[in-house]
């Protein structure tokens, strides 16, 4: 049985953002392998954190730059160890190397967060997406660092496989496509969605702390909204999402239609109650939560090439409309509101997106077995990872001695 430590670098939150829910995924899909799982965070412990101990996980809390870490690792012994995000790679990886060498290292990249916040710079600046910005930042070298340093880096979208391999050149045998792992949409499925003539209203829902959400909540409130309202006057549009700041709940507008409501417990109970999801990204990374789960509940969506990005098979459309233009994502958003026919045709397409690209059945199996491969051949899969292994003997020296170095700072104040 494969003893797995898992290393946060936040608590679970599934009800919160698309990675809680990518993360608890992992750990079901571990846990029904029988596997051992412990998860380990640095982070203080949340009000909207799962109950994984519920589950059959062991929760610990650690301590970055101490060495209390290596003990607690010791008697723990993992034969894998799963770093989600670069940056716990970083601050945990070369600890683990050093403790235990023989231990199979994956990284879940969430998504990739150097594209994603290269993105975000460039929008910001008014400039145009290229790869030579992306290649010049160092958090792209850093995360690019810690995925030559693991054995496997689960990558969430085919399009930043591609990315990695042509822009990179990531060698295929250290990165593996794993998107999201759901149950498929049956008949009976479908049985629990309320009909196109029993919703109402539009909805947008993800985490405010998120900066391609609350950006979309701005555009919508100043361009997108007000253009829709003119055509549907009665329409609301429900904004949902953890951790609202106050120059969110700022924006509440009855009048105007506009709400905020917040967090909720339940994000597929409001998703289905809604008529049309919207999801003007502008910027980002992986694949959305947010357009998944509305797929799940056959609430059709309006997003954009970005938002859409990694989800679309080429054969299939879109669960709605794909629209960059604020003017004709509106126009959009209307037709489907209205047109009962085509909001019908957009729910079965998303069936078919769901049932062919995410189906858990079909990409569990294949996964396990990667990781099984690899432990049988890990010295051969090591040697073949030359600059892994460079990159791993300078950071095992580099970043060692500043992590001591800020532990013996520590210890004298």
Known sequence: ?????????????????????????????????????????????????????????????????????????????????????????????????????????????????????????????????????????????????????????????????????????????????????????????????????????????????????????????????????KELPTAELHIYGAYPPPKATQLHNEKQGFLIKGWTKDSKEVMKKAKVCLAPLRFGAGIKGKLAEAMLCGTPSITTQIGSEGMLNHDTDWNGFIKDNPEEFAKAAVTLYNNKNIWYQAQQNGIEIINTRFNKDNLSTPFIKSIESIQKNLDNHRASNFIGSMLQYHTMRSTEFMSRWIEEKNKNN
């Open 1 to 229: 049985m494969n003893k797995i430590l898992i290393i946060g670098s936040v608590w679970p939150e599934p009800n919160s953002s698309a990675a809680g829910v990518r993360m608890l995924q992992l750990i079901q899909l571990f846990l029904s392998h029988k596997w051992n799982i412990t998860f380990a965070s640095t982070a203080s412990e949340c009000e909207h954190m799962h109950d994984i101990e519920s589950l059959g996980v062991k929760k610990a809390t650690i301590l970055i730059n101490n060495n209390s870490f290596d003990d607690f690792l010791l008697p723990l012994q993992p034969n894998i160890v799963l770093f989600d995000r670069f940056m716990t790679e970083e601050q945990f990886g070369w600890r683990v190397s050093k403790q235990l060498p023989e231990a199979l290292k994956i990284l879940n990249t969430e998504d990739l967060h150097s594209l994603r916040k290269s993105r975000q710079e460039l929008f910001k600046n008014k400039k145009e997406f290229n790869f030579f910005d992306v290649k010049k930042s160092d958090i792209t070298k850093r995360e690019i660092a810690s995925i030559y340093r693991c054995d496997q880096s689960l990558i969430i979208s085919d399009t930043e496989i591609d990315i990695l391999k042509t822009e990179f050149e990531i060698p295929q045998n250290i990165v593996y496509y794993l998107p999201f792992l759901l149950d498929p949409i049956h008949i009976e499925s479908k049985k629990n969605w309320p009909s196109y003539e029993d919703r109402n209203h539009f909805i947008t829902i993800g985490n405010f702390r998120h900066e391609p959400n609350w950006d979309s909540v701005l555009y919508l409130k100043e361009t997108i909204w007000p253009l829709i309202k």
